[in-house]
């Protein structure tokens, strides 16, 4: 699994994805890059066929049905409902998430890595996500250097951030941070002078690189704060977005910064369905700037059953060591999910919103594990519960997937590198997730994409169109 591990993998992968661009209608531009031409180039380039793209489906095909919709989806949160366009991964129930049509193990397969078998590099995947092309390790090296020269963070947001008491949540303080940020988005100036609509992916482009590189020194400012007494890391421009990340939180273990590699990578993007995406595209289709819209984000992420599922899952984990020991038995494990079960919670890290099998980002975790510490007690307890949990959630009848997610695995291997802090995981997660969620603001502007506005109606209305409907 590592960065172009050999030519021949490579070919035989291209020529399924071309062969497959029928039906895989997002990847049918998806090819290995070999252009030196930079990240915003590829994207002016691509941008005009992809808008006479969509101008043709809704020419040709606007008035096409896409299903029905049913009570239960309406007062259910709209699951089942497809009502939304996301260009850079699709999540299929069985399969799991593909980025740009490519499943993980094929993104950790043709990704360029930091060294040959090692894990993808976050870069890459952004490369991937905003132009649907599979990048050299040199466009991956040059967009590394790129991040590191956005990166620069104004003093006035570690000020904004250190007005906060030291109790508040590691979430509160990052998107407070975000919000500081804003006061340099390079969209507003431009709206405000008068920017055209064919535009306005330009700046957006410009204020979501941006975003995406000062993240990572927010990010490890919050945590030196809260942590580690305030001991602030200087960034390494030598080092990977990964790796520097890694390091800038105190963490300099090459396996811990293969980790944050693997971590940013598989949790920046779920399609746009999920709160913190949908919650970015609602808000940037009012013509917010990136930094707006992904600080709304943010604050969907930090919802217990969303982001902050992260956290429940270790904390929850540990209850159950103190309660019953590190070498719990097949059988006390049983009795422990029953009690939570029957105590009126959930067991954290299983079931999902659209998947219907183990999360693929689970499974890549796991081999990660398998790998680098087979041995860590906690994982070892992770593994008994993949066996323990999913069987008595199908015998309770209550859930319709009982498999694992990625919540159910990510903290047991930033424990084990000595990020033990629970609370701050749904910070990593935040950064990671931008890469997704910044990646499609920019199509979003660069397609034009309106206003979101849904229809929506009381119970006394849908009482009444039921009562018609039957009659």
């Known amino acids: 699994m590592g960065f172009f591990r050999s030519v021949t993998a490579i070919s035989k992968l291209r020529s399924r994805l071309i062969q497959s661009s029928n039906s895989l209608g997002s990847v049918r531009w998806l090819q290995v890059q070999s252009s030196d031409q930079d990240l915003r180039s590829q994207l002016a380039e691509l941008i005009p066929e992809q808008q006479e793209r969509l101008k043709k489906l809704k020419t040709d095909h606007g008035k096409t049905q896409l299903g029905n919709i049913t009570v239960d989806m309406v007062i259910g949160g709209m699951r089942g409902m497809t009502g939304l366009l996301w260009e850079t991964s699709l999540l299929d129930p069985d399969e799991g998430i593909r980025f740009r049509g490519l499943s993980i193990p094929e993104c950790q397969n043709v990704l360029p890595a930091a060294h040959p078998g090692g894990e993808p590099l976050p870069e890459g995947l952004l490369w991937l996500l ?73 700046p957006t482009y410009e204020d979501s690189l941006n975003l995406i590189a000062q993240l990572p020194l927010v990010a490890s400012y919050i945590y030196r704060r809260l942590y580690k007494n305030g001991q602030v890391i200087p960034a390494d421009n030598s080092l990977d977005y990964g790796a520097n990340f890694s390091r800038m939180l105190g963490f300099d273990d090459p396996k811990m910064q293969e980790l944050m590699r693997l971590y940013v990578t598989i949790h920046s ?23 707006l819209s992904f600080g709304a984000a943010l604050n969907g992420l930090a919802g217990p059953l969303h982001g902050l599922a992260n956290q429940e899952v270790l904390l929850w984990i540990k209850s159950v060591v103190d309660e019953c020991g590190e070498n719990i038995t097949a059988e006390q494990l049983k009795e422990y999910v029953w009690k939570t079960l029957k105590s009126g919670k959930v067991v954290p890290g299983y079931g999902h919103g659209v998947l219907r099998k183990t999360d693929p980002r689970y499974t890549c975790q796991r081999e990660f594990a398998l790998k680098h510490l087979p041995d860590d007690p906690l994982f070892q307890l992770v593994s008994k519960l993949y066996e323990v949990v999913p069987p008595i959630l199908t015998e309770l009848g209550k859930v319709k997937n009982p498999w694992p997610n990625v ?22 997660f935040g950064v990671s997730r931008s890469i997704g969620i910044c990646s499609q603001l920019i199509w979003d502007r660069a397609l034009g994409l309106p206003l979101e506005r849904p229809k929506s109606v009381t119970m006394d209305w849908l009482e009444n169109h039921v009562k018609k409907a039957a009659a």
């Open 130 to 202: 905003l132009t649907g092309k599979v990048p050299s390790k040199e466009q991956v090296d040059a967009l590394s250097k790129e991040l590191h020269i956005r990166s620069t963070v104004p003093d006035h947001v570690y000020k904004a951030i250190d007005s906060l008491p030291l109790s508040a949540h590691p979430m509160t303080q990052f998107t407070t941070g975000v919000m500081a940020l804003q006061v340099q988005s390079e969209f507003q100036k431009a709206y405000e002078n008068g920017l055209s609509k064919a535009k306005f992916w330009e």
């Open 269 to 291: 993007d779920h399609e746009g369905g999920n709160v913190s995406a949908h919650t970015a595209h609602l808000v940037a289709s009012a013509l917010s700037d990136p930094y």
């Open 407 to 428: 919540d159910a695995h990510s903290g047991v291997l930033l424990n084990h590198f000595g990020l033990t802090e629970a609370r701050y995981f749904t910070v990593l």
